[in-house]
């Protein structure tokens, strides 16, 4: 997950965060060297006998205190009564000093509804002001929360809740209230109105008596979160995120953040551009930011041209993270070099190292490998998913992102290729074999695979490479057109390439890597 920041630094600076897709190596930007290992004096920021990378920022203090929750702690920081959250449809706002009561009202009605600690709460919503309400008020009873795109189908709603024990359902739109209800899962719905309706159920949660049982006991290791991530391949994997996790997402992005400009934290403004039921923008605008006692402006759409267009004075920052390990690196600010093309330096705690992908031996900066990372922000493991957790952390806590990366002299990380096979597309992860299970269903296919292609405007996209039965006439609207219908509109086949037969390996995996470079070749043509 790469994101773009752009920073205002007049007084009291304008903050925008923006999910892109991560840079490709561009040689023509940044010619890369091969460096040997003492060739460059790296400091204290690369070990040639470990191989580990660190960041050159100064260590961050997080909190040690094993029973700390992710909401006493953003509502430990000193906010100055400011307005919190504001809607940018309608103006209307929260202060902060309502925002903590309303947390606790939402808290109390959910256990007079019967939730309890480690109970599962489905959040179906798009950006609203109500979000992070909602989602500090499960996590103040000690419950868990899981997140999806409110765009999603009846039957991915299905996969997940079911994966994740799903007890109770907000969403927003009647449509969606109609996809939950034949689940059995209770549902209320979240007003998309601001001027909430005193009938509503929803008001009746955030307006009632703080009278709750003591608050239970939440440690810092307690499950925060279950986000649903394709990690480095296959199909959609809950992603367990701690309280711990969110905690140090806190520190090393969010307060990091704040400490590279003078200003008072409390004078910036943010734009919520990113979608919060997304890691990134859970970790920024429904926790992070709201610890710093900043304002929020709520946005439920927004056109990339017209917020270019409207603030040329600001400077764009690449980030780069994942939902598997958060926050992973910070790109240049006033203070540092501006190379374009990487996506920064290591935030503070985090640990790098760049293998060779087949036989796992460290590099030196200025060659290309594997990224792994180590620190705070990594996940829990994956839901009830113990290979998958191996596969992806080893015994000694790297996780393997699946990114062809390398690292420059001065430390700068810059993405080349991925190993892994999931398609970012606007952002959004798709696994390919979730589209394949549908594709292999249709009565006309008898094979199928999906891989990516590179988009000037999405990214990548999804294209298709389907085999069709003999003396079949099945066209590419028609192959379109039938998985539209079962997908969630941005998982959509955008291409399809009708082929004899797919190229697999001795051991019958498809040649994914083949498929999009003969795809490449051909759309050149």
Known sequence: MAATTANNHSKSPTTIYRKTDPPIYNQKQ??????????VAFADWYSPETGIYKSKHKPRNLPTDPFLDVVS??????????????????????????LYPLVKSMASGLHKMG???????????????????????????????????PLCTISEIKKQAADSCVSLAFTMSEENVKKIEPLGIPVIEVPENVNLPNSSDFHKLISGNFDLPPKPV???????????????????????????????????????????????????????????FHMYGLSLFVTGLLTL?????????YDVDEVVKSLPHVDLIQCYGMTECGIGTRGFNTDFFRKYSSIGLLVPNMEAKVVEWNTGSFLPPGNTGELL???PPVMKG??????????????????????????????????????????KYKGFQIAPADLEAVLILHPEIVDAAVTSALDEVNGEIPVAFVVRKARSVLSQKDVINYVAKQVAPYKKIRKVVFLDSLPRSATGKILRRQLRINFSNTSKL
Not at 30 to 39: E, L, Q, Y
Not at 77 to 88: P, V
Not at 119 to 125: A, G, W
Request: aromatic fraction near 10%; glycine fraction near 6%.
């Open 30 to 39: 940044d010619t890369m060297h091969t460096i040997t290992k003492h060739s």
């Open 73 to 98: 702690f953003i509502f430990s920081h000193k906010h100055n009564g400011i307005s919190a959250l504001i809607d940018s449809s309608t103006g209307f706002s929260i202060s902060y000093q309502e």
């Open 115 to 149: 939730v309890s600690q480690n109970d599962v709460i489905l959040l179906l919503l798009p950006n609203s002001i109500y979000f992070p309400i909602v989602f500090l008020g499960v996590l103040y009873l000690g419950a868990i929360v899981t997140t999806m795109n």
């Open 218 to 276: 939440i440690k810092q290791e307690d499950t925060a979160a279950i986000l649903y991530s394709s990690g480095t391949t296959g199909t959609s994997k809950g992603v367990v995120i701690s309280h711990k996790n969110f905690i140090s997402i806190i520190e090393l992005l969010a307060k990091f953040e704040a400490s590279q400009y003078k200003n008072p934290r409390w004078e910036n403004v943010n734009l919520a551009v990113l979608p919060m």
């Open 293 to 301: 006692g900043t304002t929020i402006v709520v946005m439920r759409k």
């Open 373 to 375: 990372l180590r620190g």
């Open 382 to 423: 994956y839901l009830n998913n113990e290979e998958a957790t191996k596969s992806a952390i080893d015994k000694d806590g790297w996780y393997h992102s699946g990114d062809i990366v390398y690292f420059d002299q001065d430390g700068y990380l810059y993405i080349c290729d991925r190993l892994k096979d999931v398609i």
